[in-house]
């Protein structure tokens, strides 16, 4: 039966051609997009890995909370005053302010490389502990006028040690780049000392104070306590984050993959517009075939076999050609955009294809199994 499947659906080889093309697209699609999903998902991940037992202090807005306090508080103008009033604060082991400045990267995709200015032996709370130097050093209490940078940006600009990073008019010295961690902040992130960065911006104000308590279990009363005793600022914590930032990943690969579902549906609209096509030329074969024995169970089964042959081609290829798209978006990103081809999404993706070509296969066979095989004898 299989046999005679792959021989039927290669008598119209034009046809099926463009029936697969149309799987093929669509489960591509899915693959693609649901790649660059994931890699959204794991960049956030490992972003929100950095935060997790911090608070982050900004200027406050009462209208304004989590993720979107953050994205306000760029424009935040905290003081020295604010520091010193946080620090002493029960259950805060130690404060970082941070300046922050964004350098557009034009290249295939646009990007923005994350310039952080901290106090020089403090740059663990922005890359994480167990985050190491690739080549160079780690900057030290006193270091002037160096930086540190991101694989990513190292590989961009072909930079190594030694080099010189420009922000403004300021060129620092490249001393360390930091090895490939996956998170976008820091694989396109140069740090450099806080008071440098100040100088270079010509302003004297921290963005956000990166807050650090004793105990990471009881961050959430610590953050309400800073809220409560320094005047106008808000606080952000890992939960506020990882919650508002899971949800917007969630919707986010509900979207791209639903846009790959639709393209994938149609593509099983061509598979039943092909197995109806094929029912109306093979009338009289159907006949032949009922008359020497088959029943309609056999029809049935025969032009479902061929549809989901059709089908199965066109994910399994489609599945391949996906992967191949998802590894080229990051080639030519140069790893600014992540995509990560799950083997849970790959086989989710063909299922979807194999389910297609069945569900589109169904109508045609039903109909082939029902013909009269008298009627269908005698039609040319």
Known sequence: MIDLAFRNITRQRSRTFLTILGIVIGIAAIVALGSIAAGIDDTVQKSLELVAGRIIVVESDENTEGLGALLLGMNSELT???VNSISIVAGVKDTVPMVMHFKSFEGFFSSSEQIVGMEPDK???FKGEKIGIYEGR???EGDS????IGKTIAEVYNLEP???YEVGDTDFEIIGIIEKTGSTDIDMGVIVPIEDLQEALDIDTYQMIYVIPDDITATELVAEDIEDEVDDVATITGTEITRQASEMVGAISFFTIGIGAVAAFVGGLGVMNTMIMAVIERRREIGVMKAIGATNNKVLIQFLTESAMISMIGGGVGCALGVFASLGITTVAMGMITTVATWPLLFFAF???LSLGIVGGIYPAW??????PVDAL???
């Open 80 to 82: 020295d005053e604010h």
């Open 123 to 125: 740059t663990e709370y």
């Open 138 to 140: 780690d900057m030290e």
């Open 145 to 148: 006028g160096v930086a540190l």
């Open 162 to 164: 030694g080099d010189y």
């Open 351 to 353: 299922i979807f294809a």
């Open 367 to 372: 109909k082939a199994a029902k013909l009269d």
């Open 378 to 380: 005698r039609y040319e």
